[in-house]
């Protein structure tokens, strides 16, 4: 089971560590802050640190506390609320919150440290009942998926459990987006968008209309700006990817055929038109291939033009060309067959950003993207539509 998004937020390591450390509370100071620790089961003499997102990306402890009789104490300044990081000795993790200069009471969980409660501001309380929605989301995911498998092991009806999982997976996917949308000044907004982008863990056009959202002074916070150099390749990534959204116009390619004839999708484009990207070495592909013929025969006659795109060539391929023809012959795909032997490197399946196969494509009569990888009856009721 993966861990909820909330726990697994904490940054890379180490680092430099302040001489002063304290052992008891001291009066709350204007416009400071006073962090009031309790660490049930923790012996006397281990430190704990807190850290914040320095310029490199990496943590930098800002404070030092000894925990004595199961308690620590942190006070200070900070100019403006940003995301730091509590950390203890003999304790895997980090624990992220949000301080600024208001009193904070953090309860240590020395089991996981990323469990551990803080109380004092509103800030980290809405992070709080996030943790906790999206620990209710990630639990839901888990057992719907347990029974979905479960039910598939008994042979019993799973009729609606895809669809079930595939909508929780969405929600959890937006769930940290919502919460920025709705937190446009929360530092932790920055915290999520940076755990989004190094893990490569959510669609590119959510990041960048999440970082737009966030309030412009925290982007000059050091997080703030780590999230912000990230962004302009996120965006251009973005701007492939939607230039093949459904609604735009397919953008046009050319590649040899197998007997070395240059084929544009402008001059094969019909009433309706598949573009279908496959391989020779994968066998999921060559099982569409079967029911795709089918539907040539079926609807060529009224329309349908369809164009193949093979991302043969990878490094396990003796001879690509020959295996790339091979298929097409055994598995009788009569129209238009194209492809630069170049795998997932080759600029058609860039441009559409193709990162798995099967993909297909559905064009209308006008060159507009109408759907992206349907199968089975949902694609023959899409061409029926299309061409009768």
Excluded at 42 to 65: H, I, M, P, Q
Aim: proline residues 4%; aromatic residues 8%.
């Amino acid at each position: 089971m993966k861990p909820p998004l909330f726990f697994v937020l904490a940054c890379l390591l180490v680092f430099s560590c302040k001489e002063e450390t304290k052992t008891a509370p001291v009066p709350l100071e204007p416009d400071a802050y006073i962090i009031s620790g309790t660490a049930p089961g923790l012996v006397n003499g281990l430190r704990a640190y807190l850290k914040s997102t320095n310029e490199k990306g990496f943590l930098k402890v800002r404070d030092t506390a000894i925990i004595m009789n199961e308690f620590f104490v942190f006070d200070g300044k900070v100019e403006l609320a940003e995301a730091w990081f509590l950390e203890v000795n003999s304790l895997d993790g980090s624990f992220p919150f949000v301080i600024d200069n208001s009193a904070l009471v953090i309860e240590v969980n020395k089991e996981d440290i990323q469990k551990s409660k803080i109380e004092g501001n509103a800030i980290n309380n809405s992070i709080s009942n996030f943790n906790t929605q999206l620990k209710k989301l990630n639990d839901s995911l888990n057992n719907t998926s347990e029974r979905y498998r479960e039910r598939i092991i008994k042979k019993e009806s799973v009729a609606g459990m895809s669809n079930q999982v595939r909508d929780l997976k969405d929600v959890i996917l937006r769930f940290p987006h919502e919460f920025i949308k709705n937190n446009t000044d929360s530092p932790y907004g920055l915290v999520l968008l940076n755990t989004m982008i190094r893990r490569n863990s959510s669609d590119k056009g959510m990041i960048v209309a999440s970082f737009d959202r966030i309030d412009e002074s925290l982007k000059n916070s050091y997080l703030g700006q780590r999230v912000s150099k990230s962004i302009p390749e996120i965006r251009n990534q973005y701007d492939i990817i939607a230039a093949t959204h459904i609604g735009k116009i397919a953008p046009n390619f050319s590649a040899p055929s197998p007997n070395g004839k240059t084929i544009e999708l402008n001059d094969v484009k019909g009433k309706a038109t598949l573009i279908h990207f496959w391989s020779s070495w994968y066998k999921a592909s060559r099982r569409d291939n079967v029911r795709l013929v089918k539907l040539y025969e079926k609807y060529h006659d009224k329309g349908l033009e369809m164009i193949g795109i093979s991302l043969d060539g990878n490094a396990t391929q003796k001879n690509p060309k020959s295996d790339w023809k091979k298929a097409i012959k055994e598995d009788q795909l009569i129209w238009d067959q194209i492809s630069n032997l170049n795998y997932f490197n080759d600029t058609i399946s860039k441009t559409y950003s193709v990162r798995s196969l099967p993909a297909s494509f559905i064009l209308n009569s006008e060159g507009v993207i109408v759907a992206k990888n349907l199968t089975g009856n949902s694609l023959d009721a899409k061409l029926k539509e299309l061409l009768e």
